[in-house]
């Protein structure tokens, strides 16, 4: 814990924790408002409040079935004609994601704090992934990140999306006062593998000897030969797997012998790393098992699917005698290339990246969301009543999915463009002068029919990574005291990781310190089918977790936790107080790999360039338009995105 813990360190399940404050007193009051002509508003309502909902949310029910009718071309069969709500808007945006609240806050950079903009969004919440979940223990509200975890990203940030980090007043290099970095360690608590019967032969709960990724050289001070002895002593592998596991972390041995650097990185980028654990390194298959899931939490995949020249990267074992050249490989994802300048800025809210996405609308809507400084915002209840008032210039249409984007028109001529959404079983209709589709890239052919093929095709192409962010508020972390356990890797196991949240205090939120308090756990999953390509696996993940209901995770939960922490006297009956799964169908960005997309290795043309071509009045962002499942280029693409209608509206005037 002596540095950030990002999304690379999940590799190996550095720990991190959840914290707790005093309950927010300033309750909001709803009033009687005006509201869309038609419009059925449970928005309005006091009790509405999605962030404290727990049970099965990210796509939660409700969300997502308009838009697969939709796909299933079902949707029109029974959608009626849309109502004319009779409103224009300068800008409406699809998405109220970061993207889409970023291009708001861009926009009226450009077209003054009067321009009107609509930002419809089919979740119940605002923030798309960067989801905030709330919890009540007592008169404490617990937070967890439902989705987007922090301020991070594998290359720096552009001076566009550091300068939105610093005009939300977001201090990035002050994180180290608000992280207690050495409370597990000062209790003595390190991260463990769980070993389960089904994989392995036995549970057991074993020390981990050995950081997965991670390129720090404490990390490989942490490889000291007592932990080793520890782990070779307790794990539940043969005799055989023991020696092999222990020889690939220790041995400077050149699995590529008479290649040069490059002709090495690009046999690397070719095979995968569980190939070239099995066929070069040599090592027993239960390694490979061992192993397997520990990209998960960057990829979404495991070792079958992730290139050599990727694990390299990221800091897996085998390649300490291959002598690479320490320059990035061709064909390397951007997230397997080390960065010191981007390690160091870090920054975690209790509700990770949702407090970026509560920032923004503070700014966009007067009165949404009390607080002056982000410090005091974590706390912060958000009034959603306010959110889609006649009387603001920009309003966030929730539970609204567009189904429908046409230009009034020949698109090269058009003067608006019109935008239909579904709400709660009807149809409605508003007009703009331009568009943003700041939605997931697969969603847009649907809505848009007037694209060219070939964009279409590349849209399609970017379908999204599944995954599940679990969060577990427990009445207190004893058991994980009494094993001294931080975070565990369960490579075997429904959800390989389980972590205690990061320990940061922040405003009036107070991180949870004693083990006998209150706190939250983060448990991901990622739902993948090993021995597929990396796109095979992520569309069966999306089946899976769309056809698993909430009880049977809420099983697998509450199994697994009871399985791993028992011996520590724990009880899911007695310790558990909440279960939110923040399931997400569509999660992370699909990013580009050497071993499936041969642009990427080769060179050419991407897809997501040609996905994000302007159309007429329409202009593309969202993650997706980048490939890269961060929130920074989130944020570039709206950039983009804006910069392309404001230069057309320029180049009209
Ligand atoms: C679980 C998870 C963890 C992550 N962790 C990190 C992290 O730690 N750091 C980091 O930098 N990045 C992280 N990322 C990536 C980061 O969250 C994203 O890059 C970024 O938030 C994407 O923002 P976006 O606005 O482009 O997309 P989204 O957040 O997906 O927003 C798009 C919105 O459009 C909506 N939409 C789709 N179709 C329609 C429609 N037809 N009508 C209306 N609305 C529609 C969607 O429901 C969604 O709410 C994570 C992503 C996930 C999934």
Redesign the pocket.
Known sequence: MGRSI??RDFLNGAALTLGAAVVPSSLFLACERHTTPGHTAPEQSLDYYPPAKSGLR??HPG?FE??HS?RDGTFWQHAGTAADTGESYDLVI?????????AAHFYRRFAGPKARVLI????DD?????KRNEFSAGNRMLLG?????????PAPYSTVAKGLIEELGINVASFPKYVSKDLYSSLGLTPRIFFDQETFGADKLVVDPASLGGTETSDRASQTPARWHQFLAEVPLTAEARRTYYRLYHDQKDYLPGLSSEEKKARLARISYAKFLSNLAGVHEQVVKVLQAGPHPLFGVGIDAVSAQDAWGLGFPGFAGMRLDPSPGKGMNRDAIPNKEAERYFFHFPD??ASIARLLVQKLIAGAIPGDSPGELVTARANYAKLDEDESPVRIRLN????RVNHDGDPSTAKQVEIT?ARFGKTYRVRATSCIL???HV?IP??CEELPGKQKQALYSSA??P?L?TNVALRNWEAFQKLGVSSIYAPGCYHTEATLDVPVSIGRYQCSRQPDEPIVIHMMKTPCRPGLPARDQHRAGRIELFSTTFETMERNIRDQLARMLGPGGFDPARDISAITV?R?P????YEYNSLFDDFWLEGGETPCEVARQPFGRIAI?????GA???????ID??WRAVGEITNRAVNQA
């Open positions: 990002t999304r990210g796509s969300s308009t838009a939709l699809v998405g109220a994601g970061i993207s889409g609240l970023s419809l969004e089919n979740h605002f923030g798309g992934h960067a990140f439902g989705g987007t975890y922090s301020i991070e990203s990770g990246n609204s999915t567009v189904v959404y700041a939605c997931w969603v649907y809505l999204k990574v995954l962010y923040n997400w569509h999660g992370y960005a962002a969202n993650a997706d338009a890269y499942a961060y929130t920074d280029g989130a693409q709206a």
